[in-house]
């Protein structure tokens, strides 16, 4: 799995015909593109001459391109860096720039790097060259993390388009003193080195895998961001608080809890509290669960048990609250008139479908009667004589 990002830089999948170009250089989907849906407007002379241009993994970054270049989504560029250039690929231009500007809470007047030009066949070879360098890198790394003991994991590494310099990203629990491993790795490689922590999120988003619902992980195909996940969600969705079944594949909770969260939150907002019990005739009625979508709420008279649960509408709740506010107690729940339950609908077998054997050959034993070509018909020469 590791060898799958080698030469995508970030994207999904890799060109069976050619493996060692990358895929996003044709123009193909990747899960940092930005969907512009201003394409199919003629474009006119603008004031925004920034660029939106994405690398490997998750890292994007915004660029001025100051000598007006004919730039396309999808072209190659050699862009300003720190030291040296670097190639990118350009994933928007145009003037959904200032959105994604403003998503990403940058100011417009920000000092951006340049855009030099668009990559020369040298500046594509040299970045190629760099890129097979990054998983022997990768795994010298390691190694040399594992002899000085240090808590860590080396991920990934992704060489600068002119590997002069290499960024390493790490995974660890703790913060960890990597200045010796600096050392080693600048003397070894002759390169300048950077470290970046990611998470745990973000390195199973890397690796991709086949999440419990049987479809590719969420952070491998589209998620860049990534919002933190709380046991709340799980919660107001009324889900069990089992760590096994919640955690994703990276030990995190997943982060397909926060898709209906705000749909829930909306269906609850006139729902009464549910750590109040209800004050009845009989004694007193603890909340059990919550149809959250159907607003009704389940109460059962014994606070430990399961036996003596009772449907009861929201607003029949929010009454009885309001009697046991003036202090006066309701009826027994068993009074209260039940929820209609939706009848499921009646299902008539009339072709046998329900059959184990509907699929046999009935006549597949069944011997058939061979005529004697020699005696022929009986009828026939009876006739004849």
């Keep these: 799995m590791e060898d799958q990002g080698k030469f995508a830089r970030g994207c999904p999948s890799i060109d069976k015909e050619n493996p060692n170009v990358p895929v996003c250089r044709k123009g193909n989907s990747c899960k940092l593109d930005v969907n512009d849906w201003l394409d199919d407007i003629p474009r006119v002379a603008s004031e925004n001459d920034l660029v939106e241009v994405r690398f490997k993994n998750t890292r994007k970054a915004f660029y001025r391109n100051v000598n007006s270049l004919a730039l396309e989504k999808g072209d190659l560029i050699a862009v300003e860096a720190s030291p040296g250039h670097d190639i990118g690929v350009v994933s928007l231009i145009g003037d959904l720039i200032n959105y994604q500007l403003k998503k990403n809470r ?60 290499a960024i390493f990203y790490y995974i660890a629990e703790e913060r960890v003193d990597f200045r010796e491993l600096i050392k080693l790795l600048a003397e070894r490689f002759r390169i300048r080195i950077e ?40 919660r107001f969705q009324d889900l069990s608080l089992n760590p096994q079944k919640l955690a994703g594949q990276c030990g995190k909770l997943k982060c397909c809890l926060n898709y209906e969260l705000d749909a829930y939150l909306d269906a609850q907002r006139d729902f009464p509290n549910v750590d109040v019990p209800l004050e009845l005739e009989t004694g007193r009625a603890y909340h059990f669960k919550t149809d959250v979508f159907r607003g009704i709420m389940w109460y059962s008279t014994d606070k430990n048990g399961t036996n003596s649960i009772v449907p009861v509408p929201v607003e029949r709740v929010k009454e009885i609250i309001l009697l046991n506010k003036k202090g006066q107690k309701a009826p027994a729940l068993s009074h209260i008139k039940p929820v209609p339950v939706e009848k499921s609908l009646d299902f008539h077998n009339v072709v046998g479908e329900d059959r184990l054997d509907r699929f046999d050959n009935k006549n597949k034993f069944r011997k058939k009667k061979r005529r004697n070509p020699k005696k022929g018909n009986f009828h026939a020469n009876k006739n004849k004589k």
């Design 195 to 234: 470290m970046r922590q990611i998470g745990a999120r973000q390195e199973a988003g890397r690796i991709g895998g086949i999440g419990p619902c049987g479809r590719e992980l969420c952070c491998t195909t589209f998620i860049t961001n990534f919002v933190s996940v709380t046991t709340n969600a799980a």
């Design 106 to 165: 940058i100011p417009l007047n920000s000092e951006f790097q340049k855009v030099y030009r668009k990559a020369k066949l040298n500046d594509i070879e040299k970045w190629e060259a760099a890129i097979e360098l990054e998983h022997s890198t990768m795994l010298a790394a390691r190694k040399m993390a594992e002899d000085l003991k240090l808590d860590m994991k080396i991920g990934d590494v992704e060489y600068q388009g002119d590997k002069t310099k």
